[in-house]
C-alpha cells in the first residue's frame, strides 16, 4: 500500500504561483510513476504532470507546458507542483497519484484525497 498527502493548495489571484507537495509513505519504490491529476466542477479528471521516480523523465498537459514543473525529493519521499501565471481555468482540486507501472500516462493505482486550489480573476 501506498499513502499520499497532498497540501500546499489554497486561494491566489491570477498571475500568481503556488507550489503543491505530495508525501509518499509506505511501499515507495523506485520504479513508480507520480503523477498530479486535477478535477473543477463539472468536469472530468484531468492529467496535468508526471514523473518518473527514478529516471527524472515528465509529461505535462499541454495546457499546463511552461507553467508548471513538477519535480522530486527522494530522500522525502515528496514530489511537488510548481504552479505558476495560473489562470481561474487552472482552479480545481489537484489530486497526487502512484502508478506502479512505469508508464506515465497510464492507469494510476494510488491516490491522494487532493488539495484544492482556486484562481481568482
Known amino acids: 500500500q501506498v499513502q499520499l498527502v497532498e497540501s500546499g493548495g489554497g486561494l491566489v489571484q491570477a498571475g500568481g504561483s503556488l507550489r503543491l507537495s505530495c508525501a509518499a509513505s509506505?511501499?515507495?519504490?523506485?520504479?513508480?510513476?507520480m503523477g498530479w491529476f486535477r478535477q473543477a466542477p463539472g468536469k472530468e479528471r484531468e492529467f496535468v504532470a508526471a514523473?518518473?521516480?527514478?529516471?527524472?523523465?515528465?509529461d505535462y498537459a499541454d495546457s499546463v507546458k511552461g507553467r508548471f514543473t513538477m519535480s522530486r525529493d527522494n530522500a522525502k519521499n515528496t514530489v511537488y507542483l510548481q504552479m505558476n501565471s495560473l489562470k481561474p481555468e487552472d482552479t480545481a482540486v489537484y489530486y497526487c497519484?502512484?502508478?506502479?507501472?512505469?508508464?506515465?500516462?497510464?492507469?494510476?493505482?494510488?491516490w491522494g484525497r487532493g488539495t484544492q486550489v482556486t484562481v481568482s480573476s
Open positions: 509506505g511501499r515507495t519504490f523506485r520504479w513508480f510513476v
Open positions: 514523473l518518473t521516480w527514478s529516471g527524472g523523465s515528465t
Open positions: 497519484a502512484v502508478n506502479k507501472e512505469p508508464v506515465l500516462r497510464g492507469n494510476y493505482d494510488y
